[in-house]
């Protein structure tokens, strides 16, 4: 099926591509939606072909350019054995008060970078670890458990409400009535070029 006739069957998506940013705008609009959301929702794919998801916070963005997502994680649970069978990952957001959603599809990267760690540690983190006693995992930034899941983006997609629940609710209510087509907020892409730009801008 073609593109022109994608966009005919589904005008929803047509009518919500918002295409007139730059990519920085783009990215400070996905900022914004990571930090109300607070928690995202790890995908993974086991070897047997299945998908598992669990909830995990990333560690803030390190530069407003930023488009990797970076988590601290033990590398004894599940996820890790999943990524290394299949490094393509997904992490999605969503703020239920505004109903903003954001879908990240990308690569996981796993390591143990002792910069990053340290970056990002903090008493919270430590508390999902914990202290075994034994001398070795003792819970903290050098314990050999904890490592990094960084998730290098490759094609990202977020949708911004531009109306309150009530107008929305409103609007769908007068839409459906009529037969229009309610679209109270914005679909925006950030194209694979455009992650690299912005991370080639960077790091110089």
């Known amino acids: 099926m073609s593109a022109a006739a994608d966009k005919f069957l589904d005008p929803y998506t047509a009518k ?20 109300a959301a607070g928690t995202g929702m790890l995908v993974t794919r086991s070897s047997d072909g299945h998908l598992h998801s669990r909830a995990m916070t990333p560690a803030g963005p390190v530069s407003p350019s930023q488009t990797t997502l970076i988590f601290i994680a033990n590398n004894a649970s599940h996820k ?8 393509h990952v997904n992490v999605s957001f969503y703020d239920s008060k505004t109903t903003d959603w954001v879908s990240v599809a990308g690569i996981a990267k796993l ?12 008493s919270t983190i430590a508390a999902y670890f ?3 006693k034994d001398g070795v995992h003792k819970g903290n930034e050098e314990d050999p458990r904890v490592s990094v899941i ?3 983006p490759e094609d990202i997609r977020y949708w911004k409400s531009t109306e309150s629940s009530i107008a929305r609710g409103i609007e769908t209510a007068i839409d459906a009535a009529t037969g229009r087509v309610a679209v109270p907020g914005e ?9 690299q730009l912005t991370q080639s801008v960077n790091s110089t």
């Open 16 to 35: 919500a591509e918002k295409n007139n940013l730059t990519p920085q705008q783009k990215i400070d609009g996905l900022h914004a939606i990571i930090k």
């Open 80 to 87: 890790f054995d999943e990524i290394q069978n299949d490094s």
């Open 111 to 122: 390591s143990q970078d002792k910069a990053l760690i340290k970056k990002h540690w903090s």
């Open 130 to 132: 914990g202290d075994l």
């Open 150 to 152: 960084e998730v290098v």
């Open 187 to 195: 679909l925006i892409a950030i194209t694979k070029q455009e992650i």
